[in-house]
Nanobody, 124 residues
Framework: QVQLVDSGGGLVPAGGSLRLSCAAS????????VGWFRQAPGKEREFVAG????????RYADSVKGRFTISRDNAANTVYLQMNSLKVEDTAVYSC?????????????????WGQGTQVTVSS
């Protein structure tokens, strides 16, 4: 099984950028479909971005299209989430998740392995 460690969160002003990392140990990350999710206080967990196992097909939530980019570095066994033009509404705990499925799904219940989460706070 894979173990995931999230990092890279912090406090940034609106319009700024952050890069989140999801480092995997165990099997190579390229054999897992990986998604980034976020959860703000009082809100449900929502899908942000995902990258498919094998061929690097990606998909994004409408709210982050054009601002966020998900990528995979197989040599580093790490998935990244580059976040640009951050908004106050992006404030949340961000978690990466992985599953062996070949299907890139937005449903958190379809992911079996989760990182611990990293806090992103965007100030006005």
């Amino acid at each position: 099984q894979v173990q995931l460690v999230d990092s890279g969160g912090g406090l940034v002003p609106a319009g700024g950028s952050l890069r989140l990392s999801c480092a995997a140990s165990g099997p190579t990350v390229s054999t897992y479909t990986v998604g980034w999710f976020r959860q703000a206080p009082g809100k449900e967990r929502e899908f942000v971005a995902g990258i498919r196992r094998g061929t690097p097909t990606t998909r994004y939530a409408d709210s982050v299209k054009g601002r966020f980019t998900i990528s995979r570095d197989n040599a580093a066994n790490t998935v990244y989430l580059q976040m640009n033009s951050l908004k106050v509404e992006d404030t949340a705990v961000y978690s990466c998740a992985a599953d062996n499925s070949w299907v890139l799904t937005t449903a958190p219940g379809n992911y079996n392995y989760w990182g611990q989460g990293t806090q992103v706070t965007v100030s006005s």
